[in-house]
């Protein structure tokens, strides 16, 4: 990591949602040697020791938070608990997501359900009550991590690309209402974690640890707005004006192909 973007992080005290896995836990590693102070929340409370033991070397301090962020009681008692811990809250990672097949013959409302309330009511506690916090202190920074899914409707994956572009609305709408506060959607592309595996089409396919770099320069930019690798900064907005008759047509085929 360049020393501007070490700089940039350093002595900050950051929360990230979902680091006890993938893009969270390699955000937390690429952080750790910033001397920052890290909130790691997730379920899986053990996966979150685990992460805070391998990286206490660095001198940076980690405060493990177990929280289900479909629970808005849950998820405002740790932001609480944190910005006391930490004695701040610059800035919060909004990742904890999940994704499943809601292809429509094999409909399960449980599936369905957990997706909406993790990426969207999960997403929405955790941005709201950080909000709060950075509001009082007239500063603070909000990442909400979207997905390339938003591009459009994605068969199979309705729901899923759904909450990301409800996501994307949400942050879209905050960003006008809170100036005082730093905003950054990032649509991340196919990424190598947990959430993906077994799906045979992710393309342009990156590791989790070059994802983090890529997402902790574009904060350190100040950016407000960045979709990642750049096949897909390419791709998004010229799938996103395709008229809908013309995406309508190739969804239909790739669903054809992928029975
Ligand atoms: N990997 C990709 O290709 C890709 C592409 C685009 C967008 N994204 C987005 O990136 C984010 C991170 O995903 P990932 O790729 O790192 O997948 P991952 O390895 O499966 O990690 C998902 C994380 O979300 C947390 N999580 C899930 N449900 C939760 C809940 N109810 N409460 C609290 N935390 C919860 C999990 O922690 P616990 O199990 O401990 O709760 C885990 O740490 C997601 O929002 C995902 O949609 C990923």
Known sequence: MSTAINSFFSG????????????????????????????????????????????????SEFIVLTCDVQDRHAVEQSVQEFHQLAGGL???????????????P??????????INTNIMGAMYTTKACADIMVQQDSGTIVAIGSVASMRGLPKHGI???????????????????PQLHFILIHPGFVDTAINQGNPNRVFLMTAD????????????????????????????????LPASLYQSIAKKLVKMRK
């Open 12 to 59: 900050k005290s950051i929360l990230i949602t979902g680091a006890s896995s993938g893009l969270g836990w390699a955000l937390a590693e690429a952080l750790a040697p910033c001397r920052v102070k890290l909130g790691l929340l997730g379920r899986n409370t053990e996966k979150l020791q685990e992460l805070a033991a391998k990286l206490r070397y660095t001198g």
């Open 90 to 104: 610059d800035m919060v990672w909004v990742n904890s997501g999940i994704s499943r097949s809601t292809f429509f």
């Open 106 to 115: 094999n409909w399960d409302w449980q599936n369905v359900e957990a997706i």
């Open 160 to 178: 899923y690309s759904m909450t990301k572009i409800a996501l994307n609305h949400y942050i879209e709408s905050l960003v006008a209402e809170l």
């Open 210 to 241: 070059k994802a983090a770099q890529l997402m902790l320069k574009a904060v350190a930019k100040r950016k407000r707005y960045y979709i990642y690798p750049w096949q897909f900064r390419l791709l998004y907005p010229l799938v996103r004006a």
